[in-house]
């Protein structure tokens, strides 16, 4: 069957790794917009790249449908590429999206004249929340109508769609996939940590992720001032990461005179990320929820679990689910238990090869991309 991957500027590897086993069953084709996020050349999928020039060329040869989606729309920036995707996957079977997202609101609106299937992926696990955003609650009336088969990656993401009304046979979650084999334990990058100018014998506490207040960065700097008053020297946290909240941690960094003890990696590309894992000793994820947004996977709890990698969580939105017993999780915001949670992985070696023997055991069983890859497999040939 041939299918269709648009999933707005946000194409990458991570997001894909499950459909590229899936090459020799289904004729798969992702489209990546002119200015996706990521770099897609590690992609193992035929690409289809779609410019703003034949965009507007075609939008010009339909002044009327063109007036109608992007000036009499009720809101700004209603579709992404519709005049492209309108051409490109008319002879397409299936769809595959995700959440309300620009792309699926343009492939939901295209969906009765070329009659596709149309597949959502849905990461989101707080209902009803649209009603705080008036254009996604607009483009959710038309997008949940038209989907044939919802894919959530959680059970809670799941139990969000239930809530809100989804029939039961159209929901079947399928976890996102890990590379079981690219990320796996081995030994410390020596290269890499002195690269980053990490000590040798340093415990290394990784934080992968955005820079932002929701994933409680801030507690990563509260948690090293505890262990420096505690006596506790070789230890250092590494920040793989980008965003707007690395100003104020770098303010509390000089003011809780943490400085050594902090190393800023930035964005670390895809590929290089199996080698950041393996020079930790820890990966910590200290996020919390808010009003429109908790945690709703944690891809790097997947991947580091893989890598057996020890990991210490919060008990917010899926992360209890993803985890389950094979970490450690505290309460959202409790950089204190933070610091002691640490400090026992510090002082106790049998509790780290124990929690990394149970991460890399639940990576295998539950999030191996090759595994995942043939529910999926099975899913869509049945749609």
Do not use: C
Request: aromatic share 10%; glycine share 6%.
């Amino acid at each position: 069957m041939k299918t269709a991957i648009v999933l707005d500027n946000k194409v990458n590897k991570w997001a894909l790794q499950r459909f590229e086993p899936l090459k020799n069953d289904f004729d798969i084709t992702v489209f990546v917009g002119e200015r996706n996020d990521y770099d897609v050349s590690s992609i193992d999928l035929k690409k289809k790249h779609l410019s703003h020039k034949e965009e507007i060329a075609l939008a010009i040869k339909e002044p009327l449908t063109a007036f109608k989606r992007n000036f009499s729309a009720p809101y700004k920036r209603m579709d992404y590429y519709y005049f492209s995707l309108k051409k490109h996957i008319k002879d397409f079977d299936i769809v595959y999206s995700y959440d309300l997202y620009r792309s699926a609101y343009t492939l939901a609106s295209l969906k009765k004249e070329h009659g596709y299937k149309l597949v959502l992926a849905w990461w989101e696990n707080i209902p009803f929340k649209l009603v705080f955003d008036d254009k996604s609650s607009f483009q959710k009336g038309l997008i949940m109508e038209n989907v044939d088969l919802f894919l959530p990656f959680t059970q809670d993401a799941k139990d969000n769609l239930l809530m809100e009304g989804i029939p039961e046979e159209k929901v079947n979650v399928i976890s996102p996939g890990v590379d079981i084999e690219k990320f796996s334990p081995g030994d410390r990058p020596r290269a890499l940590m002195e690269k980053n100018r990490i000590p040798e014998g340093s415990f290394v506490i990784l934080y992968v992720g955005k820079l932002v207040s929701w994933k409680g960065v801030h507690n990563l700097v509260y948690a090293a001032k505890i262990l420096k008053d505690r006596g506790i020297k070789d230890f250092i946290f590494a920040v793989a990461g980008k965003g707007a909240q690395k100003d104020n941690m770098l303010k509390i960094i000089a003011e809780s005179g943490t400085e050594g003890h902090f190393r800023f990696l930035d964005f670390i590309p895809y590929d290089r990320m199996p080698d950041i894992y393996r020079m930790a000793d820890a990966l910590v994820l200290p996020s919390y929820p808010t009003m429109t947004w908790q945690e709703q996977f944690g891809m790097v709890l997947a991947e580091a679990m893989a890598s057996g990698t020890p990991v210490i969580s919060t008990l917010s939105g899926s992360i209890p689910e993803v985890l389950r017993d094979a970490a450690m999780l505290i309460p959202p915001g409790d950089f204190v238990m933070l610091a002691d949670n640490v400090i026992k992985l510090i002082e106790t070696p049998d509790l780290r090869e124990d929690l990394s023997s149970k991460a890399r055991a639940r990576a295998e069983k539950v999030f191996d991309a090759n595994r995942i890859s043939g529910e999926l497999l099975d899913v869509l040939t049945g749609i």
